[in-house]
């Protein structure tokens, strides 16, 4: 099945580029360049799921969401693009109806990753529960059981989902902001070393059960990647 997702963004080039990381991922792409042309395109179909900027001509993005929920009713995954990064916004935005919240600039990464969940939330996107291999480690997501070379690893919460996420998008590249804000949810401020921290004591416990093979890969002035 071919998933459907609405752009709602007025500025042509961040449109165009989130249609491109959207279709290289597979999802088919439905563009708006203001909220009143979002809200006819609504009147055609209804998305999987809505990217909406808020700096929107004719209709902000605040209304249209107020629009989608209360006049609509729809339940569509609502995921709100923004340069906006203060709690209070997101938090507002929230509690109006938004599923998450992305903040500009963003990595395409982190774009796909956030549409995954909200999509897996919604019950669109099937969850992942078949084993999950990569060289000689298979991960369990039904279990959350990590074994490599058949021998059991213990991994805290946050070393396993780093891992997931590894695993479940084996050629991106993770920048350290996106990761500390999928795994741990909250935003990066520049200088918090928790990433690295969790990543090598992942590594580190990688090797312990196979010392032959590298894993996670870093890419220097980026982050970390499965390698």
Same mark, same amino acid.
């Given at each position: 099945?071919?998933?459907?997702?609405?752009?709602?963004?007025?500025?042509?080039?961040?449109?165009?580029?989130?249609?491109?990381?959207?279709?290289?991922?597979? *999802?088919?792409? @439905? $563009?708006?360049?203001?909220?009143?042309?979002?809200?006819?395109? &609504?009147?055609?179909?209804?998305?999987?799921?809505? &990217?909406?900027?808020?700096?929107? !001509?004719?209709?902000?993005? /605040?209304?249209?969401?107020?629009?989608?929920?209360?006049?609509?009713?729809?339940? =569509?995954?609502?995921?709100?693009? #923004?340069?906006?990064?203060?709690?209070?916004?997101?938090?507002?935005?929230?509690?109006?109806?938004?599923?998450?919240?992305?903040?500009? !600039?963003?990595?395409?990464?982190?774009?796909?990753?956030?549409? $995954?969940?909200?999509?897996?939330?919604?019950?669109?996107?099937?969850?992942? %529960?078949?084993?999950? #291999?990569?060289? %000689?480690?298979?991960?369990? !997501?039904?279990?959350?059981?990590? =074994? @490599?070379?058949?021998?059991?690893? #213990?991994?805290?919460?946050?070393?396993?989902?780093? &891992?997931?996420?590894?695993?479940?998008?084996?050629?991106? @590249?993770? #920048?350290?902001?996106?990761?500390? /804000? &999928?795994?741990?949810? %909250?935003?990066?401020?520049?200088?918090?070393? =928790?990433? %690295?921290?969790?990543?090598?004591?992942?590594?580190?416990?990688? +090797? /312990?059960?196979?010392?032959?093979?590298?894993?996670?890969?870093?890419? *220097?002035?980026?982050?970390? +990647?499965?390698?």
């Amino acid at each position: 099945m071919q998933y459907t997702i609405m752009i709602v963004e007025d500025e042509t080039d961040i449109n165009r580029l989130l249609a491109r990381i959207l279709g290289d991922e597979g *999802y088919r792409t @439905v $563009q708006a360049f203001s909220g009143t042309e979002a809200l006819l395109l &609504l009147e055609r179909q209804e998305p999987d799921l809505i &990217l909406l900027d808020l700096m929107l !001509p004719g209709m902000a993005g /605040e209304e249209l969401l107020g629009h989608i929920r209360e006049e609509k009713r729809l339940s =569509t995954p609502v995921l709100v693009l #923004s340069a906006k990064s203060a709690l209070g916004d997101k938090v507002a935005l929230l509690k109006n109806g938004a599923d998450d919240y992305i903040t500009k !600039p963003f990595e395409p990464e982190e774009v796909i990753a956030r549409v $995954q969940a909200a999509l897996r939330r919604s019950g669109s996107l099937p969850q992942r %529960n078949l084993p999950i #291999s990569y060289k %000689n480690l298979t991960l369990y !997501p039904e279990s959350r059981k990590v =074994t @490599v070379n058949g021998l059991a690893l #213990s991994l805290t919460s946050h070393e396993y989902a780093l &891992l997931l996420l590894f695993l479940q998008a084996p050629e991106k @590249v993770f #920048s350290r902001e996106s990761l500390y /804000e &999928l795994v741990w949810q %909250n935003g990066y401020y520049g200088e918090n070393n =928790t990433v %690295n921290v969790h990543v090598s004591n992942l590594r580190r416990k990688i +090797k /312990e059960a196979d010392a032959l093979e590298e894993y996670i890969q870093t890419v *220097y002035g980026i982050g970390f +990647k499965l390698g």
